[in-house]
């Protein structure tokens, strides 16, 4: 899946929207997924170590969980390492993707 490809799968959401909010050029390609109507983050898209990232919000035990159970799910490159998670794309199961995708919008909504 390419990075255009992972956007669209975020904005599927009624309340979604991608935002380019860093100014400084070393990170002002990476797109933060946002909910329009109380402006928070449920997704932070962006290429690490030339890899296909993304990191979602979830519950601290389902956090741990699913780091033991998936090698694709890591702790959140540069974010609160118990509230969320990163996912190599590149090396996620589709349908894991995505509900993990949609738990981190619920969440914060």
């Not at 669209?8 to 990476?30: G, H, M, N, Q």
């Not at 296909?52 to 799910?73: F, G, H, Q, T, W």
């Amino acid at each position: 899946m390419d990075k255009n490809k992972l956007i669209k799968r975020c904005l599927k959401f009624k309340d979604a929207i991608e935002t380019y909010p860093f100014k400084d050029k070393s990170y002002e390609d990476y797109a933060v997924l946002r909910h329009k109507s109380n402006n928070k983050w449920f997704g932070l898209i962006f290429y690490l170590d030339g890899k296909l990232c993304i990191n979602l919000k979830a519950e601290p035990y389902d956090a741990m969980a699913l780091r033991d159970m998936y090698s694709y799910v890591t702790p959140a490159w540069h974010m609160n390492k118990k509230h969320w998670i990163m996912v190599d794309v590149e090396n996620a199961d589709l349908e894991v993707l995505s509900a993990l995708i949609e738990n981190s919008y619920n969440l914060t909504l």
